[in-house]
């Protein structure tokens, strides 16, 4: 079992920049495909980007692409989100979640763990 641990929300203004980071536990992460969504009150959770257990394939949602980065770094067991040129409607709290998938996986349905989640707010 792998338990997931975000770290890096918080309050920003528009065109501002966030890192976000995913500590896991477990034996489990690097062989796991990681992924971020992110969820508004609501709405349902929505996919972010992807990243394959070596990192050499990458998946982003439309309204990311360009902006949002997805990384890993299996040696110490965690996969980040750099999110640049932030907008309000990239409020919401954001997920950290793994997938038994070897490939990118982009479905809620298609993970099999997730962390509790981080805030972030960009104000106007």
């Known amino acids: 079992q792998v338990q997931l641990v975000e770290s890096g929300g918080g309050l920003v203004q528009a065109g501002g920049s966030l890192r976000l980071a995913c500590a896991a536990s477990g034996r489990t992460f690097r062989s796991s495909t990681m992924g971020w969504f992110r969820q508004v009150p609501g709405k349902e959770r929505e996919f972010v980007a992807a990243?394959?257990?070596?990192?050499?394939?990458?998946s982003y949602a439309d309204f990311v692409k360009g902006r949002f980065t997805i990384s890993r770094d299996n040696a110490n067991n965690s996969v980040y989100l750099l999110m640049n040129s932030l907008k309000p409607d990239d409020t919401a709290v954001y997920y950290c979640?793994?997938?038994?998938?070897?490939?990118?996986?982009?479905?809620?349905?298609?993970?099999?763990?997730w962390g509790q989640g981080t805030q972030v707010t960009v104000s106007s």
């Open positions: 979640a793994g997938s038994a998938y070897s490939w990118v996986v982009v479905t809620t349905s298609e993970y099999d763990y």
């Open positions: 990243i394959d257990r070596r990192g050499t394939s990458t």
